[in-house]
């Protein structure tokens, strides 16, 4: 069954010098356990692709929709990790943490709790009572993710997480993820990322949207179905990344014939 | 699976290998030091200086044959007595401000239609000098209630008025720029109503408010010493200044240095006991986060507050000038269509005469309005009156004068110090908490001692141009710090490494880099010139000793002093003078100098 579902979206701003056209024609779908990557050049809609499907925002053409319900309000079965990380700068990391909690009218002792418990999946033992400024880049982060999954939403909506972070960090949270969505104790079913960095999405996704340049359309699905743990250096994943990458740079102009939804060939 | 989850229990040995199993250790995820230790740091330059103030007083006084310390020991309970009934208006003045502030902010951030009336007219306001009101003030509330109640409430008004603009625009701007993402991630989780008030509104508002108090007490004492002088008028109401004014007309000096000490220890306490913690906690609510694997080294909360309140009111200039403009100038926008074949410079001209036409017309609307509605209820005016009223536009002119001399003393003082106490790290560790606590002392208290001291030395006019320096020189000199100060590092490195020095460096890199800051700092010090100017230019300090130049200031102060004598139409008609002036020169030079700086001198 879709867990979420797009549906013809089209998104146009409006500017000074009339509308301006975002994406065109966006349709895809996300499955129960799914891992799904965005990728595309900066400007392309991604984030906006992702406030789209939460409701922050709403398409101006086309639908989308969540476990077949119409997405028309802000839907608190997806929680967002920010690029930014987002922490509010006068919330301990706790308080950051029971944020969406308290949003959702949970008594203070359950709050407790669960915050104890998403606070320790995430590897902030004994930052509970810390401030964000006093936190790296990384442990920052973490604090965004555990605020995400506090709430245990059905999917995940991450915006570039770790592109605020040096490489070190990025790459160990990325396991730590990857081991997240696995679990199947742990929220979240699924896993939407946005992203510009294509190794990224390769090593963690199932299937790679590929968007072009504004107004951005799907390029290419591609399902990426190497065995994990992913080898970076192996061949197959060198291929793959190589694919996106001329994908991209090609732009609309090799794929323009076939720019609606269009699933390449397995690659494993 | 789907819908309602319940929270499972979970081993931890199954949630925590998470972290356990990642490949590369965490190395880089170091905890930064506490930027906030619980203790507070007492700033010892500042400490030293509220010493060294009354006991240089003290020093001075002793010369003065007629001086005992049992005399002045003797005056201390009448003064601690005065100063809390002091205390007691500044705080029911600041709670009121407060209110004020949090509502109409609010509601001018959160409704649009709201915001395009209410923001202009608090421009308007805050660019009119307070003092000017007073008189109006005090004559309202005087006579609706002489005794008691009437003057304590108009000296709370006015000291509300010297309060609370910049606090109101503090916390308007600060609900306009909240990040967006902590926006959007409030918006995510759904946060609405009272807890988002909670989580995200007001903690929002918090640090600009507390930086915005300081500067509001700093300005409500300066003005908290005319205000009861002012309403002292008639039957003497008890504080600190008229405390102050009355030892001062009395010649007495053990009196008055009595109360100078004990002015000095109370806003020492405030500044140790409630600021400085408060300055403290309100780091909290800053956004600007250490950029990770960094510790930035944060301001303390105590050195750098004055400069950050300085940027703040910065700030505020900022919204008026180039968010919203004021209905006049949107009346004189309609003068200059676009689109017609004029160059941009000619527009800019016609604009600007348009607009000069329109603010002398309202001028001379006002001010024959007030004629005419006085010589109905009143009878006529006293030739004597009428006589003054001519002089006006050379009182006005005078005024402008003594402004621009008193300005470009404040800038020969202000540029060098913010530059030295900018660059030299040694030099801003002990000179600026100094400078803070010199500027945090009302110099209305010690308006007196100029005027019986020094008059005799550098004359009337050199007094009235010193009194003005020092309710100007404050706004310059943080606006200035803070402007060099923000000038971004490798914008000077690059400079240095292609070799510029001396001079150059100074003209392409100093001066640009402050130059916004240079104009915000001269917006708000001829603000502050002008509140001051209906003080400095005529002051009666009792016993025969009064100071009076022609100016209009000056005019409005023999209004009111002979109010009784048909002197309210000169009062009012020199307020509306000074008014229109300030909105004329407001409008003709300080915004558009700005709005250039702006677009020419940003870093983005």
Known sequence: ?268 | MLGGRTIRPIARGNSTPATAQSAPPVTSEKVLPSAHPATLRWSRPATFLYLAVPASIGALAVSDPGFSAAGLASYLPTATVDVSFSFLRMSAAYLLSLAFALSYGYYAAAHRTGERVMIPILDILQSVPILGFFPVVVLVLYNLQPSGFGPNLASVILIFTSMSWNMVFGVYESLKTVPSDLREAADTFGLRGWLRFRRLLFPSTVNRLVYNSVLSWTGGWFFLVEAEIFTTNGAALPGIGSFLSFAASGHNSEQFIAGLIVLVIVIALLDFLLWRPLGHWAERFRYDQAPSGEGEALPSGTSGRFRRAASYVTRGVRTGVTRLSTPLVQLAAITVRPGRRTSARRQAFIYHLSLGTILVLVWLMLIAIVVAVYTVFSGTITPPVRAQMLTLPLAVGFSIGRLVIAYIICLAIALPLAIVLARGPRARRVGLPIVEVVASFPATALFPVIIFELVPYISQEGAAILMLLTGMIWYLFFNLLSGIRSIPPDLEEAARSFGLKGRKLLRRVLVPGVFTALITGSITAFGGGWNTLIVAEYLNVGSGQSLSVLGVGQLIDIGYAESASGGYPLMVGALFALIATVITINELIWKPLYRRAVERYRYD
Request: aromatic residues 6%; charged residues 20%.
């Open chain 1, 1 to 268: 069954m879709a867990l979420i579902r797009v549906e013809h979206v089209d998104k146009s701003f409006a500017s000074r010098h009339g509308s301006i056209s975002i994406m065109q024609d966006i349709s895809f779908e996300v499955k129960d356990s799914d891992f799904v990557a965005i990728v595309g050049p900066s400007g392309c809609g991604k984030s906006t692709l992702l406030r789209l499907i939460q409701g922050l925002d709403h398409p101006t053409a086309g639908t989308i929709s969540f476990r077949d319900r119409k997405v028309d309000t802000v839907c608190s079965q997806m929680a967002m990790v920010f690029q930014s990380f987002a922490l509010y700068p006068w919330l301990t990391v706790a308080q950051n943490v029971s944020f969406g909690l308290e949003a959702l009218g949970w008594e203070s002792g359950r709050i407790g709790s669960q915050v104890e418990r998403y606070i320790s999946v995430t590897g902030l033992d004994g930052f509970q009572e810390a401030y964000p400024r006093e936190l790296s880049g990384g442990m920052r982060q973490r604090v965004g993710l555990a605020r995400a999954l506090a709430v245990e939403p059905a999917v995940l909506l991450m915006d570039e997480p770790f592109s605020a972070l040096d490489p070190l960090t990025a790459e160990s949270l990325r396991e730590e993820v990857l081991q997240l969505w696995r679990d199947p104790q742990l929220p979240p079913d699924a896993v939407l990322l946005v992203s510009h960095n294509i190794e990224e999405a390769i090593q963690l996704a199932d299937r790679v949207i590929v968007l072009s340049r504004r107004p951005g359309h799907i390029l290419a699905q591609v399902e990426v179905d190497l065995p994990r743990p992913r080898d970076r250096k192996s061949a197959a994943f060198y291929d793959l990344t190589d694919r996106v990458y001329s994908l991209i740079t090609e732009g609309g102009s090799a794929i323009a014939s076939g720019h609606s939804s269009e699933s390449a060939p397995s690659a494993g």
